[in-house]
């Protein structure tokens, strides 16, 4: 766990046992803790550790702040609401059904990872209508004494938000600044089906930089202390990933013959960015098999 005194803490969560992989943020106010980003429910014991660290249990939360509803985000969301019946659980509103009735999300997340449901993010317990804030960007929400801006932020998610406080200059950006680890310093993009839509990306990055924040903070993995040469990294690579996913729709045989073909574009991409023995398991956090079905499917979808 790192602080940045007066600004934020950092929890590692530690999903799967991995360090560097989820990060949720603890936010201290007068009225209380705040989480951005709670990640799913099988690492509550991470954070509740966490939690500890400083003095709070999860009892004592009264916000969280959702970027979006995908499981390591926000699976855990359910069950800090029911045993905290105060809580106040922040969410974009295309979001906010899912949470008070999680079977459309738990049915899609199923298709996709099949037994490992369990193991990969626990229960997903529904938020009590009452609890929910509906969110549509535009707002400024009063956390106590801190303040922070709500920008609606899609491309990686429809439901996607980012919240800034303008005055520590921190902007809490979830997958809008896709992947990135402190130890392997390269900007991924993190392209999942059915919501990737590069125009809206683009634009998202955009609307996050007219804040022109200090630092961003991501979930997967950390902070960046250069917010401008970071989007820039993660545009280039979003163009570029998108071009070969493009490039593969056009090749013939099935889709297993496009997705390799698009996983050694990939690795002719990163080649030079990291060390050698690193690439494989770089790429593997990214899901190139997830990241090209997301792709193609949305150039299959502009026809």
């Not at 509550?44 to 004592?60: F, I, K, S, T, V």
């Not at 924040?213 to 820039?232: C, E, K, R």
Request: contains cysteine.
């Amino acid at each position: 766990m790192s602080a940045a005194p007066g600004r934020f803490t950092l929890i590692d969560l530690e999903h799967l046992g991995r360090a560097e992989s989820v990060a949720a943020y603890l936010v201290e106010t007068s009225e209380g803790p705040v989480i951005v980003d709670p990640g799913p429910t099988v690492t509550l014991p991470r954070l509740r550790a966490g939690l500890l660290e400083r003095g709070y249990h999860e009892g004592d939360l009264a916000a969280l702040l959702l970027t979006h509803i995908h499981l390591d985000h926000a699976g855990a969301s359910g069950t800090l609401a029911r045993a905290n019946p105060h809580l106040r659980v922040h969410v974009h509103e295309k979001g906010a059904s899912h949470l008070i009735d999680p079977a459309k999300l738990l049915s899609s997340a199923t298709r996709l990872y099949g037994d490992r449901m369990a193991t990969l993010w626990g229960e997903v317990a529904p938020v009590r209508p009452e609890q929910v804030v509906v969110l549509a960007g535009g707002e400024r929400l009063a956390l106590g004494e801190r303040g922070f801006e709500v920008a609606y932020t899609p491309g990686h998610a429809w439901h996607h938000v980012s919240y800034f406080e303008p005055e520590t200059g921190v902007a809490f950006v979830g997958d809008t600044a896709g992947l990135y680890s402190p130890r392997l310093p390269v900007v991924l993009p993190v392209t999942p089906p059915p919501d990737f839509d590069l125009e809206a990306w683009l634009d998202s990055i955009d609307r996050i930089l007219t804040w022109h924040p200090t630092q961003i903070g991501l979930t997967h993995f950390g902070v960046s202390h250069d917010p401008a040469g970071h989007f820039a990294a993660l545009r280039s690579g979003l163009i570029a990933w998108a071009g070969y996913a493009r490039e593969t729709l056009r090749l013939g045989g099935s889709d297993g013959d496009r997705l390799r073909a698009f996983v050694e574009k990939l690795h002719s991409w990163i080649d030079g960015r990291v060390p050698p023995e690193q690439v494989e398991r770089l790429l593997a956090g990214a899901g190139p098999e997830t990241c090209w079905r997301g792709l193609a499917r949305y150039w299959k979808q502009r026809g």
